[in-house]
């Protein structure tokens, strides 16, 4: 192989731009006796890959004994198990810690108790609200400062 052609390969292959026919002849050259004194730092790198596709894998691969099912079949079944009790016991709980619906709910025999309840309970629910107006008109003033200013 010509040395100008050698070193546009190399040039190639070190951007990431060589194909694989020309990556073989660079093996080629690299694996020859006569390699330009400029070029040798290069030898031990393709050598390499000439040496890796030659090795070959020789090692035993070992089969697990079947007890390695068995544990998982058996961790399957109590996990199972398991999450059929915790279902149990959360239905027992809901199912005997039930509360009287009237205090629960909130009901009143008295129509006149019940009305002052309820109107208690809105007058509460409009200050929050009238509390979340009052922060709506805020943005918008800040909005519309905002908009005064970087006129968008």
Do not use: C
């Not at 070190?14 to 093996?27: A, D, N, T, W």
């Not at 290069?42 to 890959?49: A, D, E, M, N, S």
């Not at 961790?75 to 198990?81: D, K, R, Y």
């Not at 709910?105 to 208690?120: F, K």
């Amino acid at each position: 192989m010509e040395l100008n052609k050698t070193e546009i390969l190399l040039e190639k292959y070190f951007e990431g731009q060589s194909s694989i026919e020309e990556e073989k002849e660079l093996q080629k050259y690299f694996a020859s006796a006569n390699i330009a004194p400029h070029l040798k730092q290069y030898t031990p790198l393709f050598g390499y890959f000439s040496q890796a596709a030659a090795q070959e894998l020789k090692r035993e691969i070992k089969v697990l004994p079947r007890i390695q099912d068995k544990k998982r079949t058996t961790n399957l079944w109590l996990s199972i198990a398991a999450s059929i009790v915790v279902m149990l016991v959360a239905g027992t709980y809901v199912y005997f810690d039930k509360e009287s619906p009237s205090e629960e709910l909130g009901t009143y025999d008295n129509p006149e108790a019940a009305m002052r309840e309820t109107q208690r309970a809105l007058a509460m629910l409009s200050s929050h609200v009238n509390v979340g107006i009052e922060s709506v008109i805020v943005l918008e003033q800040y909005e519309d400062s905002k908009n005064l200013i970087f006129k968008q």
